[in-house]
């Protein structure tokens, strides 16, 4: 059982979050190609804000939780809550199905997912300044970073079940736009009361409000504000598949991504370390 600090990610789930950080980060998250804003705070330019891996807006007081969010653990009630890569905001879709057509099948097992787009709920949201480390400057770029996974009500009960696989969308924001985005982050939170300071965990207002809770539609309402398909410049993923005689029996776990180039159009990328 799960009670609600308990976050949507398991330990088996944050290792799918950090290997797909990794996965992303082979594919060089941020490139000349990205670069350019639009006027909606569209795909972002180089530079940004200051930081060092997370936000940082001169003077604001912020806490880890204000900028790297995790979802708690959802009840059965509370899945249909959450945010899911067919959400659609002031950007548009949050992964429009041009781009995840070209995902292959997210998971495998235990249940068939031909296209587990409604199925890819939002746990995890972060506002990162990225550094382009082939540039080897001190600027970074604002992004705004979501993290879905697969999930469904547990068969024969009030549980979910959350696959192991997960997808990982990268939405570039021009400087002014990045720090918009992080001040309605802090303006969120200090309109619904506040949190002690404490160590990265599941965000306090979701775990004490819900899923369903008004900070949780306050939040919502941002992700969709800066994140949708005029924004979004890469998904990277890690599938799942059914154990085969080469895996020694184990799980087979893939890693890719896709990205849109020059011409607007989404194309499939090689991993260099999976190539």
């Known amino acids: 059982m799960f009670d609600r600090n308990d976050s949507f990610l398991t330990s088996r789930h944050l290792l799918g979050l950090a290997l797909s950080t990794l996965a992303l980060t082979a594919c060089s998250t941020t490139s000349s190609s990205s670069s350019g804003g639009s006027d909606s705070g569209g795909a972002g330019s180089t530079g940004g804000a200051g930081g060092d891996g997370g936000a940082n807006t001169s003077g604001a007081e912020l806490e880890p939780q204000d ?52 199925d890819s709920y939002l746990v995890a949201a972060r506002a990162n300044c990225a550094y382009d480390t082939a540039l080897k400057e001190d600027a970074c770029s604002g992004q705004l970073q979501l993290t879905f996974q697969v999930a469904e009500p547990a068969q024969g009960g009030s549980a979910v079940d959350i696959m192991d696989a997960s997808i990982h969308a990268v939405y570039p924001l021009d400087d002014a736009t990045f720090l918009a985005l992080v001040s309605d982050l802090r303006e969120a939170r200090e309109a619904h009361g506040g949190f002690a300071s404490e160590p990265l965990s599941v965000h306090p207002l979701l775990a004490s409000q819900g899923i369903d809770g008004a900070f949780a539609q306050d939040l919502a309402a941002i992700i969709l504000r800066y994140a ?22 184990g799980e087979v776990w893939t890693f890719g991504a896709v990205e849109k180039n020059d011409q607007e159009q989404w194309e499939s990328l090689e991993i260099p370390a999976t190539g």
Request: negative net charge; glycine residues 6%; proline residues 9%.
């Open 228 to 249: 949708g398909e005029s924004t979004l410049h890469k998904v990277t993923f890690i599938t799942i598949d059914e154990p085969t005689p080469s895996a020694m029996g």
């Open 67 to 118: 900028v790297t969010i995790l979802y708690p653990y959802p009840s059965l009630d509370e899945l249909t809550s959450l945010l899911t890569a067919e959400s659609s905001g002031d950007q548009g879709e949050l992964i429009p199905e041009e781009a995840f057509a070209l995902l292959p099948r997210v998971v495998s097992h235990p249940l068939e997912h031909e296209n587990a787009r409604e």
